[in-house]
């Protein structure tokens, strides 16, 4: 018989989503906040040009292995705009299958067994299996809470930083704390990545999705970070398009062409018509965009007002928020199972994202159920504790 699990697998852990999704059921009264969806739809330009695309002979080829030109093109053009950097679209673009493979051929490419890559504390549980599967070793930066919002302390982004450090992987907006980086902390990882001579693997998957007047600043449009950057995106949240799985990622042609072979021997590339949507989705005028911000902004500050009093922390950006299961004297899980039952809420324990932050909070995704049905989620809350 063949011998048991490999060694690759033994520290990775459920994002614990499946497992209370499947607690709720299909039960019409419980409020889903548990996974990261949106009832939000695609832009329509993107829909149709999907449709328009399916079946036709281009739509259906391998061919080329790391995105059509057009959409390579249009992403190039996007991140001149946002980093002042020219980035070659043949050169310095892979189209990926959404922006997690991407995240994974990144890290192949920039770290080897043994090598350690600088996360976040609370973060993307599968920035940590990624990180793991290759054979590197996550490196937790707790975020701490200073007035009313999650912040980076610099000091202990410096004290992460190691001989073995190859990497920083950060993302903002932060899932699933709604962190986002500010002009200071960007410098401070800037200060960090040139100590380690590291690369920063940057996801900008919510980069448009920002609250209260905060902008988004790209850490690449930094002179340190320009060169040392890779930026992982996609249509998936900004453009509501989960389904496509198109993403790319984008930085110095030196690593990309080590980024496109990992591309082309795991996934092949991206679909055919799923880019052509999204070609779509980036070039339409009316792609949504703005309107989806106003909409997620106005759950969440309707959770935030109903929640007052409870240890709530208020995200900048992205779809979901955390409330601290520790400071009401449970754990995260119990705080989970309280909800479902008593309060008839599915929200995920946050366990596995992270190390000794996370795993005190319990996540709620604003961005899957609209104000209607929020309405009221402070009496469910209060009910469950």
Not at 215 to 220: D, E, I, K, M, Y
Not at 304 to 330: F, Q, Y
């Amino acid at each position: 018989m063949p011998r048991g699990r490999t060694d690759r697998f033994r520290d990775i852990e459920p994002f614990g989503i499946d497992r209370v999704a499947a607690a709720a059921g299909d039960a019409p009264d419980v409020l889903r906040l548990e996974n990261l969806d949106t009832d939000i739809p695609p832009p329509p330009a993107a829909v149709a040009a999907t449709r328009d695309a399916v079946g036709t002979d281009d739509a259906n080829s391998w061919l080329p292995f790391t995105g059509l030109a057009p959409l390579r093109e249009v992403v190039a053009g996007r991140l001149e705009k946002q980093t002042g950097r020219a980035y070659d679209p043949l050169a310095e673009v892979v189209i990926t299958g959404g922006a997690n493979p991407g995240m994974l051929d990144a890290l192949l490419a920039t770290v080897d067994q043994g090598d350690e890559v600088v996360v976040s504390d609370p973060t993307y549980a599968g920035f940590i299996g990624r990180i793991r599967l290759v054979g590197a070793r996550p490196v937790f930066v707790p975020l701490v809470v200073a007035g009313g919002r999650w912040r980076m302390d610099p000091d202990s982004l410096a004290a992460a930083v190691t001989p073995r450090t190859r990497a920083m992987l950060l993302p903002s907006p932060s899932m699933p704390s709604g962190h986002v980086f500010t002009d200071d902390e960007w410098a401070a990882v800037a200060a960090a990545c040139e100590r380690a001579d590291c690369w920063l693997l940057y996801d900008a998957a919510m980069d448009q999705i920002l609250f209260d007047g905060v902008s988004h600043r790209h850490p690449a449009s930094l002179e340190p970070l320009r060169e040392r950057t890779i930026t992982l995106g996609g249509v998936s949240k900004n453009h509501r398009m989960i389904g496509w799985r198109v993403g790319w990622a984008v930085g110095p042609a030196e690593i990309m062409s080590d980024l496109a072979f990992a591309t082309i021997y795991s996934t092949a590339g991206a679909s055919g018509f799923g880019q052509i949507g999204a070609h779509a989705a980036l070039t339409t005028e009316e792609d949504g965009v703005a309107e989806a911000v106003r909409d997620w902004r106005a759950r969440r500050d309707l959770i935030l007002d109903e929640l007052a009093g409870l240890p709530v922390v208020a995200p900048d950006g992205g779809w979901s928020l955390l409330i601290e299961a520790a400071a009401l004297g449970m754990d995260a899980p119990e705080l989970s199972e309280r909800l479902l039952e008593k309060g008839r809420i599915a929200a995920t324990p946050m366990s596995a994202w992270g190390h000794e932050v996370a795993p005190r909070y319990v996540r709620f995704v604003y961005a899957n159920e609209p104000l209607e049905r929020l309405r009221g989620i402070g009496e469910r809350v209060r009910a469950a504790l």
